[in-house]
């Protein structure tokens, strides 16, 4: 059901005002939104109807009703920096003086009122968009931004992500294939540094982390770093192994990011708060011990049924397992990661 939901989805036109859609005022325009407004209303009452069929609520059901109806929230960092948090993954917007560069698109569903939000906090067009990576909440609003002329821009492993149909195991992701204009029009392999007024923006790919094709933003002189899905605060990640992600990945991954900032940093995790580097600390020492056990596990010969059994994460879960994936599913994926299977 989700890869045909998804699917249609990303191929549907967002209607409402928009910065980046001005208004029409033609009669044929209203009735053509009428018209979209009774077709959305149906989908969603379809995808309703079906998940209340489904006998269990998994991982994304969960986190889909949540980016539905989470506030979206807008947080000043300073220095023309916003971060907005509740329509999917954080999103970040750097504006200049005639411009601005966002970081992330959220959900489908929220994009127009993403656009809105953004608008309201910068005043100045959406130009570019920097995928952080391929899923779906942090790249919903492509199809709405990218038809609209705005240069999507990503880590060249994206675009080969969101041009197929993607499945992550454990959690029953199915995405995709996206439509051309949700595309990355501008790709990079390893470094790619752009300049949005004062800041500098380095985009780093420090190889396959939480997907294959993970971007971190460093934000000079603002000393913020954007690590997206590779950092969930504080939540165990998702390790999307299928698409090239690991967990000795994520690990790599954040030392580069602890060596190539300071105790001044602000850090934007895919999902939660701003964090210090105190928070990327801890969920890397709580990521490294759990592989260090599990390691054990598995070279002792023990199956993940019986990984999952020896309570890896047993004293993480109160402070790390009440995310998207809870201590079972996450030994899991590390599991998985670690044994190669
Ligand atoms: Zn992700």
Not at 87 to 100: H, I, K, P, Q, R
Not at 112 to 138: G, K
Not at 282 to 288: F, H, I, K, Q
Not at 298 to 314: E, F, I
Request: net charge negative; glycine share 8%; with cysteine.
């Amino acid at each position: 059901m989700l890869p045909k939901r998804f699917a249609v989805r990303h191929t549907s036109k967002q209607a409402g005002p928009s910065p980046i859609f001005p208004r029409s005022k033609s009669i044929l325009s209203v009735l053509v939104l009428l018209i979209l407004c009774v077709i959305v209303c149906c989908s969603a009452l379809f995808a309703q109807s079906n998940n209340s069929s489904q006998k269990t609520e998994g991982v994304i059901q969960k986190a889909i009703a949540q980016f539905e109806r989470s506030p979206l929230r807008t947080l000043s960092l300073g220095s023309g920096i916003y971060m907005f948090s509740g329509d999917g993954g954080n999103v970040v917007a750097v504006a200049d003086d005639s411009s601005t560069l966002l970081i992330d698109s959220g959900i489908e569903s929220r994009a127009a009122e993403l656009d809105a939000a953004v608008f309201e906090a910068t005043h100045r067009p959406i130009t570019r968009l920097i995928n952080t990576h391929s899923h779906f909440d942090h790249t919903g609003g492509n199809a709405l931004f990218g038809s609209a002329g705005v240069t999507i821009i990503a880590q060249r492993n994206v675009k080969a992500r969101l041009s197929s149909e993607q499945d992550v195991p454990f959690i029953d992701l199915h995405d995709g294939p996206y439509p051309n204009q949700a595309l990355p029009s501008l790709t990079y392999a390893d470094n790619l540094t752009l300049e949005q007024g004062s800041e500098q923006l380095r985009l780093a790919h420090f190889g396959a982390a939480h997907t294959d094709g993970d971007t971190i933003v460093f934000l000079e002189p603002a000393n913020v770093v954007i690590l997206s899905d590779i950092f969930s605060e504080p939540f165990y990640p998702i390790i999307d192994f299928t698409s090239g992600g690991s967990l000795q990945g994520i690990i790599d991954s954040i030392d580069q990011v602890l060596s190539a900032s300071n105790e001044q940093t602000r850090y934007v995790p895919g999902h939660g708060p701003l964090a210090t580097r105190a928070d990327l600390q801890a969920y890397r020492n709580m990521l490294v011990t759990i592989r260090d056990r599990i390691t054990t596990l598995v070279r002792s010969g023990k199956t993940m049924d019986q990984v999952v059994a020896a309570q890896p994460t047993k004293d993480f879960d109160a402070k790390w397992g009440t995310g998207y994936v809870d201590g079972n599913v996450f030994a899991k994926m590390a599991y998985a990661s670690i044994a190669g299977h």
